[in-house]
């Protein structure tokens, strides 16, 4: 695939990931940060690139695997963004183990059930984006 092509595509996922990323945050808390929309559209083209490559994975892989993909760079977010920064976008420390109030087994288990729409869009997407 040509370079410009690659980064045409990853910039609509990206994007599309970022909107999706931050409209979820709004719909949950009602609140969101840019820097949600920047792990969003990270957090997409992960999952895209991933899907594609492990394309005969079952629901329950891609779950698993994208919970893991999203939870480590939420909690890569927050490290940066939330203890080093200290702009306190959120904090997990009331979640029973939570990781440095960062990321949480609650919330990972979201992330697991998100997957299984952000699958089926990147398989749609997939047949779309070459």
């Not at 370079?3 to 609509?12: G, P």
């Not at 820097?35 to 594609?52: D, E, I, P």
Request: glycine share 6%.
């Amino acid at each position: 695939m040509k370079k410009s092509l690659r980064l045409r595509n990853d910039c609509i996922l990206f994007s599309i990931g970022g909107a999706g990323y931050a409209l979820l945050e709004i719909l949950w808390r009602r609140k969101t940060h840019w820097s949600m929309a920047v792990t969003g559209g990270t957090a997409f083209v992960s999952l895209f690139r991933f899907y594609k490559r492990f394309s005969k994975m079952n629901m329950l892989q891609k779950c698993i695997s994208g919970s893991a993909i999203i939870t480590a760079l939420e909690y890569c977010c927050g490290c940066v963004v939330n203890l080093k920064f200290r702009l306190n976008v959120w904090d997990y420390s009331n979640c029973r183990l939570n990781l440095k109030g960062q990321i949480c087994p609650f919330y990972s288990t979201l992330w697991a059930f998100l997957c299984i729409p952000v699958s089926a869009l990147c398989t749609s997407l997939c047949k779309k984006i070459q």
